[in-house]
């Protein structure tokens, strides 16, 4: 069997409905993705239509500004995961992180850590690197390393810009090997796609339709 593609097939618009959470699950399995990356309140539907295929299920928390208290993203994690969560992509408190409140934020990610570890849930941290310093930048990786998170990921694709391949490079030097790195935001076409691979991410986030084979989206 194949290895999937290294692509979160997204879609997290607030106007998608029903039909089209459906519709990204069963191209997913068409084009041999990873996973979906989806609203937490269509947890339920991926995971029918989605049964007996290899995707995987991801979902955000609290998305797209990261504001909740450390204990409401811990519950909502909690009751994700009850919903068919494989992975959760939660933002960071970007705000009490640019506050210098270094303390509150690993207690947050470490939480989090916990839970899906004793839960076998993948769990990728968004630093929303394009609203950072560098020192912050610095210091939101020493604290995703040090509570040993699965993927450090860039953006949310809302308020922290978009990947780059310099950026993605920037990030792999912070990290240690074993924390991987999801690239995500403006990611449209196969040639971008490979670039960032190439600049040291694992896994993508992207809500076109690319084949890493072709030199073009289809």
Do not use: W
């Amino acid at each position: 069997m194949e290895s999937p593609l290294p692509i979160d097939y997204t879609l997290l618009r607030p106007d998608a409905g029903y039909e089209a959470v459906d519709k990204l699950c069963r191209e997913a399995i068409f084009l041999g993705y990873h996973a979906v990356c989806i609203p937490p309140c269509y947890l339920t539907l991926a995971t029918e239509t989605l049964r007996n295929s290899p995707v995987r299920i991801a979902t955000v928390v609290d998305y797209p500004h990261g504001f909740s208290p450390a204990e409401v993203k811990v519950y909502a994690a909690q009751m994700a995961i009850l919903d068919g969560a494989q992975e959760l992509d939660v933002v960071l408190n970007v705000s009490r992180l640019k506050s210098g409140n270094l303390q509150y934020v690993e207690a947050e990610i470490e939480a989090l850590r916990v839970l899906t570890a004793r839960k076998g849930v993948v769990l990728k941290v968004i630093i929303e690197a394009g609203l950072l310093s560098q020192q912050e930048l610095q210091n939101a990786c020493k604290i995703c390393a040090a509570q040993g998170v699965d993927f450090v990921k860039n953006s949310s694709g809302v308020n922290g810009g978009s990947a780059s391949p310099e950026l993605i490079f920037q990030l792999r030097s912070l990290l240690p090997a074993h924390i991987q790195i999801k690239a995500s935001g403006g990611i449209r076409t196969a040639e971008q796609a490979r670039v960032l691979l190439q600049a040291g991410a694992s896994r993508l986030g992207t809500s076109a339709r690319i084949l890493l084979s072709e030199t073009s989206t289809v």
